[in-house]
């Protein structure tokens, strides 16, 4: 697994659900609307692909990220998850 992979199944073990990739100004329009649709909002960077790693659309098992290249900094991977009662009490105590 490598390295996005792997912390995707760990933010999904968490609740997490990644929704897509932006950058600005669509990645500040897609979480003020998730947050106010009643979702917590979760971003991360997005990692460079490396050489080897194959490309969906050339038949290879990997994401595709080849529209990104040398421009990832910009970029930032959008995660979801409900509002959870937990959360709420942490925000209020804070």
Known sequence: MDEL???VHELEREG???KFI???PRLS???DLYKESGYEVHLEPL???NRNESCA???GKGECRICYTGSEERYKII???PISSESE???SSS
């Open 5 to 7: 992979s792997l912390k």
């Open 16 to 18: 997490w659900t990644k």
């Open 22 to 24: 932006a950058d600005e």
């Open 29 to 31: 329009e897609a979480v």
């Open 47 to 49: 990692p460079g692909q």
């Open 57 to 59: 659309i050339d038949g």
């Open 79 to 81: 995660f979801t998850r």
């Open 89 to 91: 009490l942490q925000d």
